[in-house]
């Protein structure tokens, strides 16, 4: 079966039309026409008839190299162009994408949790140890991906790298009560 795609324009529409009907702001939506707007000149100036989600990567790809913008700017760009993928795909409408959850190998998962225990014990609520986790989590992938597969082997200089990775520097905080938890 051979997929069709439509025009940005008529997907724009659509798009705008759905998020209305789920009561997006004012702003929200002109902050969606402005962006679409410019992936319409995009394709226009590359000759491209018809949407497709390789097309809106590669706007992405080209626009965030091109411009000099934040880091929320990005994201923002990457949703309302995902959100136009979806709509092309005929995808239900979701609020949020959920990620896909990544295994942590079972040394780190083991600690993990015992370290999430501990902060039960300690009387951390609930949505505490939630984020423990989330950051937990992300430091041991992070640590992963510097080759680092066993928290015995640990320097500081893959300390000092899997937290600069971190967007959100307040997670530095949580890591370190980790870190003092595991030596």
Not at 27 to 48: E, G, H, S, V
Not at 86 to 102: A, H
């Amino acid at each position: 079966m051979e997929k069709k795609y439509k025009s940005v324009e008529a997907l724009t529409h659509g798009l705008l039309e759905q998020l209305q009907s789920k009561f997006y702001g004012k702003d929200t939506l002109n902050n969606y026409r402005k962006i679409l707007k410019t992936l319409a000149l995009y394709m226009q100036q590359d000759k491209i008839p018809a949407y497709s989600p390789e097309i809106g990567n590669a706007f992405i790809e080209d626009y965030t190299s091109t411009h000099e913008i934040s880091d929320s700017f990005q994201s923002m760009i990457r949703t309302i162009i995902g959100r136009l993928s979806d709509y092309n795909d005929g995808r239900k409408y979701s609020c949020q994408r959920k990620k896909s959850p990544v295994k942590l190998p079972e040394n780190y998962a083991v600690l993990l949790e015992d370290y999430l225990s501990f902060c039960e014990h300690s009387g951390n609520r609930a949505g505490t140890i939630k984020g423990k986790r989330k950051s937990c989590e992300d430091f041991l992938i992070f640590l992963i991906t510097l080759e680092c597969n066993d928290i015995e082997d640990i320097s500081s200089t893959q300390i000092c790298k899997a937290c600069l990775m971190f967007h959100n520097k307040d997670a530095w905080a949580v890591i370190r009560m980790f870190l003092k938890y595991c030596y």
